[in-house]
Protein backbone atom coordinates (compact mmCIF):
# COMPACT_ATOMS: atom_id res chain seq x y z
CA UNK A 1 0.00 0.00 0.00
CA UNK A 2 1.46 3.54 -0.80
CA UNK A 3 2.51 5.33 2.13
CA UNK A 4 3.32 8.63 2.80
CA UNK A 5 5.22 11.26 5.62
CA UNK A 6 3.07 14.03 6.89
CA UNK A 7 3.64 16.26 9.43
CA UNK A 8 1.07 15.80 12.16
CA UNK A 9 -0.72 19.00 11.39
CA UNK A 10 -2.03 17.72 8.19
CA UNK A 11 -4.12 15.41 9.64
CA UNK A 12 -6.80 17.30 11.74
CA UNK A 13 -10.27 16.13 11.94
CA UNK A 14 -10.13 12.76 10.84
CA UNK A 15 -9.27 14.74 7.38
CA UNK A 16 -5.57 14.16 6.36
CA UNK A 17 -4.82 17.24 3.35
CA UNK A 18 -2.07 16.09 0.72
CA UNK A 19 -0.54 18.66 -0.87
CA UNK A 20 2.55 19.83 -2.96
CA UNK A 21 4.84 16.56 -3.80
CA UNK A 22 2.92 14.58 -2.10
CA UNK A 23 -0.20 15.45 -4.24
CA UNK A 24 2.20 15.08 -7.07
CA UNK A 25 3.25 11.31 -5.60
CA UNK A 26 -0.72 10.22 -5.34
CA UNK A 27 -1.19 11.81 -9.27
CA UNK A 28 1.90 9.64 -10.66
CA UNK A 29 0.62 6.31 -8.72
CA UNK A 30 -2.52 7.02 -10.97
CA UNK A 31 -4.68 6.27 -7.26
CA UNK A 32 -8.49 6.82 -7.39
CA UNK A 33 -11.18 7.84 -4.89
CA UNK A 34 -11.54 5.09 -2.41
CA UNK A 35 -8.58 4.16 -3.04
CA UNK A 36 -6.63 3.09 0.49
CA UNK A 37 -3.01 4.54 1.52
CA UNK A 38 -0.87 4.54 4.92
CA UNK A 39 -0.05 8.16 6.24
CA UNK A 40 3.17 8.56 8.73
CA UNK A 41 3.25 11.76 10.72
CA UNK A 42 6.86 11.22 10.61
CA UNK A 43 6.48 10.57 14.83
CA UNK A 44 5.91 7.24 15.15
CA UNK A 45 1.71 7.26 14.30
CA UNK A 46 0.59 5.57 11.31
CA UNK A 47 -2.92 6.75 9.58
CA UNK A 48 -4.71 4.34 7.72
CA UNK A 49 -6.72 6.25 5.06
CA UNK A 50 -8.77 6.31 2.00
CA UNK A 51 -8.77 9.09 -0.41
CA UNK A 52 -12.00 11.03 -0.46
CA UNK A 53 -11.22 13.73 -3.01
CA UNK A 54 -9.04 14.64 -5.66
CA UNK A 55 -9.59 18.31 -6.39
CA UNK A 56 -7.54 20.12 -9.33
CA UNK A 57 -5.33 21.73 -6.23
CA UNK A 58 -6.42 19.28 -3.26
CA UNK A 59 -6.00 15.80 -2.50
CA UNK A 60 -7.83 14.98 0.96
CA UNK A 61 -7.88 11.62 2.63
CA UNK A 62 -10.33 10.08 5.32
CA UNK A 63 -8.27 8.54 8.21
CA UNK A 64 -10.08 5.08 9.09
CA UNK A 65 -7.40 4.39 12.22
CA UNK A 66 -4.71 4.90 13.30
CA UNK A 67 -1.81 3.20 15.24
CA UNK A 68 1.45 3.15 16.13
CA UNK A 69 3.54 2.42 13.64
CA UNK A 70 4.91 -1.50 13.01
CA UNK A 71 8.15 -0.58 11.85
CA UNK A 72 9.20 1.12 14.86
CA UNK A 73 11.98 -0.52 17.01
CA UNK A 74 11.16 -0.98 20.92
CA UNK A 75 14.67 0.35 21.50
CA UNK A 76 15.73 3.92 20.83
CA UNK A 77 18.97 3.55 19.20
CA UNK A 78 20.92 6.92 18.56
CA UNK A 79 24.11 6.39 16.33
CA UNK A 80 26.82 8.86 17.22
CA UNK A 81 29.82 9.10 15.31
CA UNK A 82 33.14 10.88 13.92
CA UNK A 83 32.71 13.03 10.82
CA UNK A 84 34.25 10.71 7.89
CA UNK A 85 35.23 11.76 4.63
CA UNK A 86 33.67 11.76 1.23
CA UNK A 87 30.63 9.26 0.81
CA UNK A 88 31.23 7.17 4.22
CA UNK A 89 28.87 9.28 6.16
CA UNK A 90 26.26 9.22 2.85
CA UNK A 91 26.16 5.34 3.70
CA UNK A 92 26.15 5.49 7.69
CA UNK A 93 23.26 7.80 7.62
CA UNK A 94 21.22 5.77 4.98
CA UNK A 95 22.08 2.49 6.63
CA UNK A 96 21.49 3.04 9.64
CA UNK A 97 18.10 5.05 9.41
CA UNK A 98 17.45 1.44 7.41
CA UNK A 99 18.58 -0.76 10.19
CA UNK A 100 16.51 1.20 12.63
CA UNK A 101 18.28 4.21 14.32
CA UNK A 102 16.03 7.04 15.82
CA UNK A 103 18.69 9.44 15.41
CA UNK A 104 22.04 10.27 14.09
CA UNK A 105 24.57 12.85 15.89
CA UNK A 106 27.43 13.33 13.47
CA UNK A 107 30.70 14.70 15.79
CA UNK A 108 34.39 16.41 15.49
CA UNK A 109 37.13 14.32 17.11
CA UNK A 110 40.87 14.30 17.61
CA UNK A 111 41.46 12.04 14.46
CA UNK A 112 39.01 13.31 11.71
CA UNK A 113 40.28 14.34 8.77
CA UNK A 114 37.15 16.25 7.40
CA UNK A 115 35.62 18.92 10.18
CA UNK A 116 32.73 20.91 8.73
CA UNK A 117 31.75 23.57 10.01
CA UNK A 118 29.41 27.02 9.46
CA UNK A 119 27.95 27.03 6.14
CA UNK A 120 29.55 23.83 4.92
CA UNK A 121 28.26 21.78 7.39
CA UNK A 122 24.72 23.34 7.42
CA UNK A 123 24.88 22.37 3.65
CA UNK A 124 26.39 18.50 4.97
CA UNK A 125 23.79 18.26 7.54
CA UNK A 126 20.91 19.13 4.55
CA UNK A 127 22.22 16.83 2.19
CA UNK A 128 22.18 13.76 5.31
CA UNK A 129 18.76 14.82 6.27
CA UNK A 130 17.47 13.75 2.70
CA UNK A 131 19.26 10.93 2.95
CA UNK A 132 17.84 10.23 5.67
CA UNK A 133 13.97 10.92 4.60
CA UNK A 134 14.25 8.89 1.39
CA UNK A 135 16.05 6.01 3.54
CA UNK A 136 13.25 6.29 6.04
CA UNK A 137 10.13 6.12 3.16
CA UNK A 138 11.99 3.13 1.20
CA UNK A 139 12.18 1.15 4.89
CA UNK A 140 8.63 2.25 5.45
CA UNK A 141 9.82 4.02 8.84
CA UNK A 142 7.18 5.11 10.73
CA UNK A 143 9.59 8.33 11.73
CA UNK A 144 12.56 10.36 9.69
CA UNK A 145 15.46 10.44 11.91
CA UNK A 146 16.98 13.78 12.63
CA UNK A 147 20.66 14.01 11.37
CA UNK A 148 22.97 16.77 13.56
CA UNK A 149 26.01 17.54 14.82
CA UNK A 150 27.22 17.71 18.29
CA UNK A 151 29.72 20.13 19.06
CA UNK A 152 32.40 18.56 20.04
CA UNK A 153 32.87 14.53 21.80
CA UNK A 154 31.81 15.37 25.21
CA UNK A 155 28.96 16.71 23.85
CA UNK A 156 28.45 13.36 21.89
CA UNK A 157 29.06 11.74 25.34
CA UNK A 158 26.23 13.83 27.07
CA UNK A 159 23.85 12.26 24.78
CA UNK A 160 25.26 8.45 25.13
CA UNK A 161 25.09 8.82 28.81
CA UNK A 162 21.75 9.13 28.96
CA UNK A 163 20.41 5.64 27.41
CA UNK A 164 20.41 2.50 28.91
CA UNK A 165 23.59 0.98 26.80
CA UNK A 166 25.78 3.60 25.98
CA UNK A 167 28.41 1.81 23.82
CA UNK A 168 31.68 3.18 22.96
CA UNK A 169 33.05 0.91 20.09
CA UNK A 170 36.81 0.43 20.21
CA UNK A 171 39.47 -1.52 18.45
CA UNK A 172 42.11 -2.61 21.20
CA UNK A 173 42.24 -2.86 24.65
CA UNK A 174 40.56 -3.71 27.49
CA UNK A 175 36.44 -4.31 25.96
CA UNK A 176 33.54 -5.93 27.11
CA UNK A 177 32.18 -8.14 23.99
CA UNK A 178 29.32 -5.89 22.77
CA UNK A 179 27.02 -9.34 22.86
CA UNK A 180 27.54 -9.41 26.76
CA UNK A 181 27.30 -5.78 27.10
CA UNK A 182 23.69 -6.17 25.05
CA UNK A 183 22.88 -8.89 27.31
CA UNK A 184 23.34 -7.32 30.56
CA UNK A 185 21.17 -4.41 29.95
CA UNK A 186 17.73 -4.74 31.18
CA UNK A 187 15.79 -3.02 30.63
CA UNK A 188 16.77 -1.99 27.01
CA UNK A 189 14.47 0.53 26.09
CA UNK A 190 17.33 3.20 24.80
CA UNK A 191 20.64 2.58 23.37
CA UNK A 192 24.33 4.80 22.07
CA UNK A 193 26.27 3.48 19.39
CA UNK A 194 28.87 5.41 19.32
CA UNK A 195 32.33 4.78 16.54
CA UNK A 196 34.84 7.05 15.39
CA UNK A 197 35.93 8.83 12.41
CA UNK A 198 38.57 6.40 10.01
CA UNK A 199 41.43 6.75 12.02
CA UNK A 200 39.75 5.44 14.97
CA UNK A 201 39.88 7.09 18.91
CA UNK A 202 42.34 8.52 20.78
CA UNK A 203 43.18 6.05 23.94
CA UNK A 204 42.72 9.46 26.01
CA UNK A 205 39.03 10.17 24.27
CA UNK A 206 38.22 6.68 25.21
CA UNK A 207 39.28 7.27 28.70
CA UNK A 208 36.98 10.54 28.91
CA UNK A 209 34.18 8.22 27.57
CA UNK A 210 34.87 5.21 29.82
CA UNK A 211 35.05 8.32 32.89
CA UNK A 212 31.68 9.51 31.72
CA UNK A 213 30.41 6.12 32.29
CA UNK A 214 30.26 4.41 28.45
CA UNK A 215 31.36 0.83 28.14
CA UNK A 216 33.87 0.31 26.04
CA UNK A 217 33.14 -2.48 23.71
CA UNK A 218 34.52 -4.81 20.99
CA UNK A 219 32.81 -6.43 17.79
CA UNK A 220 35.19 -9.39 17.05
CA UNK A 221 37.99 -10.05 15.51
CA UNK A 222 37.59 -8.38 12.23
CA UNK A 223 38.20 -4.72 11.66
CA UNK A 224 35.17 -2.67 10.01
CA UNK A 225 35.21 0.15 8.45
CA UNK A 226 34.29 3.48 10.27
CA UNK A 227 30.89 3.58 8.15
CA UNK A 228 30.09 -0.39 8.70
CA UNK A 229 30.71 -0.68 12.50
CA UNK A 230 27.57 1.75 13.67
CA UNK A 231 25.45 -0.90 11.47
CA UNK A 232 27.49 -3.87 12.80
CA UNK A 233 25.82 -3.04 15.87
CA UNK A 234 22.69 -1.13 15.63
CA UNK A 235 21.89 -5.01 13.60
CA UNK A 236 23.14 -6.27 16.31
CA UNK A 237 21.00 -4.64 19.46
CA UNK A 238 17.98 -5.19 17.27
CA UNK A 239 18.27 -8.21 16.97
CA UNK A 240 18.71 -9.24 20.35
CA UNK A 241 15.76 -7.59 21.44
CA UNK A 242 13.21 -9.06 18.51
CA UNK A 243 13.36 -6.04 16.41
CA UNK A 244 14.51 -8.10 13.44
CA UNK B 1 51.25 -5.37 13.11
CA UNK B 2 52.10 -5.51 9.14
CA UNK B 3 49.72 -8.53 7.47
CA UNK B 4 50.37 -10.54 4.00
CA UNK B 5 48.24 -12.48 2.01
CA UNK B 6 50.09 -15.41 0.15
CA UNK B 7 49.14 -18.57 -1.65
CA UNK B 8 50.14 -20.98 0.75
CA UNK B 9 53.03 -22.80 -1.90
CA UNK B 10 55.43 -20.03 -1.05
CA UNK B 11 55.70 -20.84 2.51
CA UNK B 12 57.81 -24.09 2.67
CA UNK B 13 60.77 -25.55 5.14
CA UNK B 14 59.84 -22.86 7.24
CA UNK B 15 60.56 -19.68 5.03
CA UNK B 16 58.35 -17.69 3.23
CA UNK B 17 59.23 -16.23 -0.01
CA UNK B 18 57.74 -13.00 -0.62
CA UNK B 19 57.75 -11.90 -4.18
CA UNK B 20 55.54 -9.06 -6.37
CA UNK B 21 53.68 -6.60 -5.09
CA UNK B 22 54.01 -7.95 -1.05
CA UNK B 23 57.61 -7.24 -1.64
CA UNK B 24 57.04 -3.98 -3.05
CA UNK B 25 54.58 -3.45 0.06
CA UNK B 26 57.48 -4.37 2.62
CA UNK B 27 59.93 -1.87 0.87
CA UNK B 28 57.15 0.71 1.05
CA UNK B 29 56.71 0.38 4.70
CA UNK B 30 60.26 0.75 5.11
CA UNK B 31 60.50 -2.98 7.22
CA UNK B 32 63.55 -4.28 8.51
CA UNK B 33 65.76 -7.06 8.98
CA UNK B 34 64.42 -8.55 11.78
CA UNK B 35 61.18 -6.99 12.06
CA UNK B 36 57.93 -8.91 12.39
CA UNK B 37 54.45 -9.66 10.31
CA UNK B 38 51.57 -12.26 9.66
CA UNK B 39 51.24 -13.71 6.43
CA UNK B 40 48.14 -15.66 5.90
CA UNK B 41 47.87 -18.62 3.55
CA UNK B 42 44.40 -17.25 2.41
CA UNK B 43 43.36 -20.64 3.48
CA UNK B 44 42.87 -20.05 7.05
CA UNK B 45 46.20 -20.30 8.52
CA UNK B 46 48.40 -17.41 9.92
CA UNK B 47 51.80 -17.41 10.37
CA UNK B 48 53.71 -14.95 12.59
CA UNK B 49 57.15 -14.51 10.83
CA UNK B 50 60.18 -12.63 11.29
CA UNK B 51 62.31 -11.06 8.10
CA UNK B 52 65.10 -13.07 7.76
CA UNK B 53 66.54 -11.77 4.18
CA UNK B 54 65.80 -8.30 2.33
CA UNK B 55 67.53 -9.16 -1.13
CA UNK B 56 67.21 -6.39 -4.66
CA UNK B 57 65.08 -9.62 -5.60
CA UNK B 58 64.07 -11.55 -2.99
CA UNK B 59 62.46 -11.16 0.33
CA UNK B 60 62.30 -13.72 2.78
CA UNK B 61 60.73 -13.99 6.16
CA UNK B 62 61.71 -17.20 8.53
CA UNK B 63 58.18 -19.00 10.09
CA UNK B 64 57.89 -18.44 13.95
CA UNK B 65 55.20 -20.15 14.52
CA UNK B 66 51.59 -20.91 12.81
CA UNK B 67 47.67 -20.96 13.82
CA UNK B 68 44.17 -20.80 12.64
CA UNK B 69 43.55 -17.03 11.31
CA UNK B 70 41.49 -16.16 14.81
CA UNK B 71 39.75 -14.04 12.33
CA UNK B 72 37.60 -16.17 10.93
CA UNK B 73 34.41 -16.71 12.21
CA UNK B 74 32.85 -20.19 13.50
CA UNK B 75 30.44 -20.49 11.28
CA UNK B 76 31.20 -20.89 7.49
CA UNK B 77 28.40 -18.06 5.73
CA UNK B 78 27.34 -18.49 2.25
CA UNK B 79 25.92 -15.17 0.87
CA UNK B 80 23.71 -16.33 -2.18
CA UNK B 81 21.98 -13.13 -3.86
CA UNK B 82 20.48 -12.30 -6.79
CA UNK B 83 22.34 -9.98 -9.65
CA UNK B 84 21.40 -6.41 -8.74
CA UNK B 85 22.03 -3.13 -10.77
CA UNK B 86 25.02 -0.20 -10.66
CA UNK B 87 27.18 -0.50 -7.18
CA UNK B 88 24.52 -2.40 -5.13
CA UNK B 89 26.79 -5.73 -5.63
CA UNK B 90 30.10 -4.15 -5.11
CA UNK B 91 28.72 -3.28 -1.84
CA UNK B 92 27.20 -6.60 -1.20
CA UNK B 93 30.65 -7.76 -1.64
CA UNK B 94 33.13 -5.58 0.53
CA UNK B 95 30.00 -5.80 2.88
CA UNK B 96 29.91 -9.55 3.02
CA UNK B 97 33.38 -9.89 3.37
CA UNK B 98 33.97 -7.66 5.61
CA UNK B 99 30.95 -9.03 8.13
CA UNK B 100 32.57 -12.39 7.88
CA UNK B 101 30.80 -14.53 4.93
CA UNK B 102 33.11 -17.66 3.49
CA UNK B 103 31.45 -17.35 0.12
CA UNK B 104 30.05 -14.71 -2.40
CA UNK B 105 27.32 -16.35 -5.19
CA UNK B 106 25.20 -14.51 -7.65
CA UNK B 107 22.55 -16.32 -9.62
CA UNK B 108 20.07 -15.26 -12.01
CA UNK B 109 16.54 -14.93 -11.06
CA UNK B 110 13.22 -13.84 -12.66
CA UNK B 111 12.99 -10.38 -11.74
CA UNK B 112 16.86 -9.74 -12.07
CA UNK B 113 17.14 -6.66 -14.41
CA UNK B 114 20.85 -6.97 -14.77
CA UNK B 115 21.70 -10.48 -15.95
CA UNK B 116 25.43 -10.31 -17.11
CA UNK B 117 27.03 -13.52 -19.09
CA UNK B 118 29.91 -14.14 -20.90
CA UNK B 119 32.43 -11.80 -20.83
CA UNK B 120 30.66 -9.10 -19.12
CA UNK B 121 29.65 -11.66 -16.52
CA UNK B 122 33.84 -12.75 -16.10
CA UNK B 123 34.75 -8.80 -16.09
CA UNK B 124 32.47 -8.63 -13.18
CA UNK B 125 33.57 -11.73 -11.60
CA UNK B 126 37.19 -10.74 -12.26
CA UNK B 127 36.03 -7.20 -10.38
CA UNK B 128 34.29 -8.46 -7.55
CA UNK B 129 36.93 -10.86 -6.42
CA UNK B 130 39.28 -7.85 -6.46
CA UNK B 131 36.94 -6.03 -3.91
CA UNK B 132 36.66 -9.57 -1.74
CA UNK B 133 40.63 -9.05 -2.10
CA UNK B 134 40.69 -5.99 -0.89
CA UNK B 135 38.03 -6.24 2.13
CA UNK B 136 39.53 -9.27 3.59
CA UNK B 137 42.79 -7.74 3.61
CA UNK B 138 41.40 -4.33 5.13
CA UNK B 139 39.62 -6.66 7.23
CA UNK B 140 42.31 -8.89 8.84
CA UNK B 141 40.27 -11.92 7.16
CA UNK B 142 41.91 -15.37 7.39
CA UNK B 143 40.66 -16.04 3.92
CA UNK B 144 39.79 -14.52 0.66
CA UNK B 145 36.16 -15.28 0.16
CA UNK B 146 35.57 -16.57 -3.39
CA UNK B 147 32.41 -14.33 -5.42
CA UNK B 148 31.12 -16.75 -8.04
CA UNK B 149 28.10 -17.13 -10.25
CA UNK B 150 25.45 -20.07 -10.03
CA UNK B 151 23.72 -20.88 -13.55
CA UNK B 152 20.37 -20.22 -11.78
CA UNK B 153 17.94 -20.24 -8.90
CA UNK B 154 18.22 -24.02 -8.58
CA UNK B 155 21.92 -24.76 -8.55
CA UNK B 156 21.98 -21.80 -6.00
CA UNK B 157 19.40 -23.55 -3.83
CA UNK B 158 21.52 -26.69 -4.01
CA UNK B 159 24.45 -25.17 -2.96
CA UNK B 160 22.23 -23.67 0.31
CA UNK B 161 20.69 -26.62 1.27
CA UNK B 162 23.97 -28.35 2.06
CA UNK B 163 24.40 -26.08 5.24
CA UNK B 164 23.41 -26.68 8.66
CA UNK B 165 20.65 -23.09 7.72
CA UNK B 166 19.56 -22.67 4.42
CA UNK B 167 17.38 -19.26 4.86
CA UNK B 168 15.89 -17.91 2.50
CA UNK B 169 15.12 -14.36 3.05
CA UNK B 170 11.59 -12.98 1.70
CA UNK B 171 9.13 -9.62 2.48
CA UNK B 172 5.95 -11.50 2.57
CA UNK B 173 3.70 -14.47 3.55
CA UNK B 174 4.05 -16.73 5.84
CA UNK B 175 7.67 -16.86 7.71
CA UNK B 176 9.49 -17.65 10.22
CA UNK B 177 11.76 -14.68 11.81
CA UNK B 178 15.36 -15.06 11.39
CA UNK B 179 15.81 -15.32 15.29
CA UNK B 180 14.31 -18.38 15.51
CA UNK B 181 15.33 -19.73 12.56
CA UNK B 182 18.48 -18.97 14.11
CA UNK B 183 17.86 -20.23 17.41
CA UNK B 184 16.29 -23.46 16.67
CA UNK B 185 19.57 -24.57 14.86
CA UNK B 186 22.54 -26.55 16.49
CA UNK B 187 25.28 -27.27 15.61
CA UNK B 188 24.93 -24.39 13.57
CA UNK B 189 28.26 -24.74 11.66
CA UNK B 190 27.42 -24.10 8.39
CA UNK B 191 24.80 -21.29 7.14
CA UNK B 192 23.48 -20.35 3.55
CA UNK B 193 21.60 -16.54 3.31
CA UNK B 194 19.49 -16.32 -0.32
CA UNK B 195 18.60 -12.89 -1.15
CA UNK B 196 16.94 -11.61 -3.94
CA UNK B 197 17.52 -8.85 -6.64
CA UNK B 198 16.07 -5.12 -6.42
CA UNK B 199 12.44 -6.35 -7.47
CA UNK B 200 12.65 -9.46 -4.78
CA UNK B 201 11.23 -13.26 -5.57
CA UNK B 202 8.47 -14.40 -7.28
CA UNK B 203 6.10 -16.29 -5.47
CA UNK B 204 6.88 -19.09 -7.54
CA UNK B 205 10.83 -18.94 -6.67
CA UNK B 206 9.93 -18.63 -2.68
CA UNK B 207 7.91 -21.93 -3.02
CA UNK B 208 10.63 -23.70 -5.06
CA UNK B 209 13.02 -22.79 -2.30
CA UNK B 210 10.79 -24.57 0.87
CA UNK B 211 9.86 -27.69 -1.27
CA UNK B 212 14.04 -27.68 -1.72
CA UNK B 213 13.90 -27.93 2.16
CA UNK B 214 15.08 -23.78 2.54
CA UNK B 215 13.59 -21.57 5.71
CA UNK B 216 11.26 -18.91 4.41
CA UNK B 217 12.61 -16.46 6.91
CA UNK B 218 11.38 -12.56 7.55
CA UNK B 219 13.96 -9.76 8.96
CA UNK B 220 11.48 -7.70 10.84
CA UNK B 221 8.88 -5.05 9.92
CA UNK B 222 11.12 -2.59 7.83
CA UNK B 223 12.52 -3.17 4.49
CA UNK B 224 15.66 -3.85 3.58
CA UNK B 225 17.55 -2.70 -0.01
CA UNK B 226 18.91 -5.73 -1.58
CA UNK B 227 22.32 -4.63 -0.98
CA UNK B 228 21.61 -4.58 2.83
CA UNK B 229 19.36 -7.59 3.33
CA UNK B 230 22.30 -10.22 3.02
CA UNK B 231 24.51 -8.22 5.18
CA UNK B 232 21.87 -7.77 8.17
CA UNK B 233 21.34 -11.24 8.32
CA UNK B 234 24.97 -12.55 8.22
CA UNK B 235 25.57 -9.71 10.97
CA UNK B 236 22.93 -11.55 13.12
CA UNK B 237 24.48 -15.04 13.24
CA UNK B 238 27.71 -13.46 13.66
CA UNK B 239 25.98 -11.57 16.82
CA UNK B 240 23.96 -14.89 17.45
CA UNK B 241 27.00 -17.58 16.97
CA UNK B 242 29.84 -15.73 19.44
CA UNK B 243 31.65 -14.35 16.38
CA UNK B 244 30.94 -10.40 16.43
Known amino acids: MPRFFMAGSNIAGGVAVIKGQDADHVRVLRMKLGEKLVISDGEGTDYNCVLSRMGENIIEARVLDS ?35 SEIVFFPCERCVS ?50 LPLFLYETGDRIPLKQAIENTAPLTSAAIMTGPEGGFEPFETELAKHAGMLICSMGPRILRCETAPVTALTSIMYATGNL
Request: hydrophobic share 40%; glycine share 8%.
Open 115 to 164: RPDGKSLDKKIMRWQRIAEEAAKQAGRGIIPVVSAASDLASAINLAIKTD
Open 67 to 101: LPSPAEPSVRCIVLTGFSKGDRSDYTVQKSVESGA
